[in-house]
């Protein structure tokens, strides 16, 4: 493995997702060494790529499984001009990103269940973290954007607790799948996608992340903390909230520390 296999598609000037991939073989979190980064003030669009994480974070306090030499654990420093309430959408807006670039190697097979989790033939390949870093007057200093996607992970190296849920491309699809060239093309829909909400707000990525959406027309179970609200998902509106059709009417579920059960029925 030479010392940084990313290097090789790095491309653009600062401000362009993917201009600057920092690689390390083991850290605790990638989006514990891009908040160090961001800090000493590594422009928008930085990445920091780990080969393993000894303490890989999901959402909800949850750990991700980062084994070895396998898949893709990285977090993205983002800089938007954006209010603290808007960046749970980025998260939306790199599930279209991934979606896309997982095409390029599992046509067919990609959905993306709100908020954050990315799917491969009805299992969990990938998932999506949006960590804001503000500063004391509560404004955004900026986004770790953090995704990690199960790329070349073995049947039989998924723990058993994720055996029912969890997937892999190359379990999905038969292949090993080149990490470079997902990555790279990773890199290039995300810039894509991004510099469109830039330019025309997140209604604009809203009918790309539609298409994908696995859940529409399902019934589920929100779970916010003791509360749980069921109903049938109408899919996102324009600002990014689920949309659901429940017994008292329609309602709106806004990202946030909520997760959604009956997904995987
Ligand atoms: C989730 O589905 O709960 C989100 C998972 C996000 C995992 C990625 S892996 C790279 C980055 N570093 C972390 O510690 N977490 C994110």
């Keep these: 493995m030479p010392a940084n296999p990313y290097q090789s598609i790095e491309s653009g000037t600062p401000g362009r997702i993917g201009w600057r991939i920092h690689y390390f073989d083991e850290v605790g979190s990638t989006q514990k060494v891009a908040a160090e980064l961001a800090e000493e003030g590594a422009a928008h669009g930085t990445i920091v790529i780990a080969e393993r994480q000894s303490a890989g974070r999901g959402r909800m306090g949850r750990s991700w499984h980062s084994p070895p030499?396998?898949?893709?654990?990285?977090?993205?420093?983002?800089?938007?001009?954006?209010?603290?309430?808007?960046?749970?959408?980025?998260?939306?807006?790199?599930?279209?990103?991934?979606?896309?670039?997982?095409?390029?190697?599992?046509?067919?097979m990609v959905a993306l269940k709100w908020p954050n989790d990315v799917w491969l033939r009805g299992r969990k390949a990938g998932g999506i973290i949006a960590e804001a870093v503000t500063d004391p007057g509560q404004g955004l200093k900026c986004v770790l954007l953090g995704i990690g996607i199960n790329v070349n992970l073995a049947a039989d190296q998924i723990?058993?607790?994720?055996?029912?849920?969890?997937?892999?491309?190359?379990i999905a699809t038969g292949r090993l799948c080149?990490?470079?060239?997902?990555?790279?093309?990773?890199?290039?829909?995300?810039?894509?996608?991004?510099?469109?909400?830039?330019?025309?707000g997140f209604a604009a990525v809203r009918?790309?992340?539609?298409?994908?959406?696995?859940?529409?027309?399902?019934?589920?179970?929100?779970?916010d903390g003791d509360a749980r609200?069921?109903?049938?998902?109408?899919?996102?509106?324009?600002?990014?909230?689920?949309?659901?059709?429940?017994?008292?009417?329609?309602?709106?579920?806004?990202?946030?520390?909520?997760?959604v059960e009956g997904a995987y029925d």
């Design 69 to 108: 030499g396998l898949n893709l654990y990285q977090t993205i420093i983002l800089r938007p001009a954006m209010p603290l309430a808007e960046v749970p959408r980025l998260s939306l807006v790199a599930g279209v990103a991934a979606a896309e670039a997982l095409e390029t190697v599992a046509p067919g």
């Design 229 to 259: 609200i069921a109903g049938t998902v109408r899919g996102i509106d324009a600002e990014g909230a689920l949309m659901l059709d429940t017994a008292s009417g329609p309602t709106r579920i806004l990202t946030g520390d909520v997760s």
């Design 207 to 223: 009918p790309a992340w539609q298409g994908y959406s696995a859940l529409t027309g399902r019934r589920v179970t929100i779970v």
């Design 159 to 170: 723990p058993d607790e994720l055996r029912d849920k969890a997937t892999s491309v190359r």
């Design 178 to 200: 080149d990490r470079i060239a997902l990555e790279a093309a990773l890199c290039n829909r995300l810039d894509s996608r991004y510099m469109e909400v830039q330019q025309h």
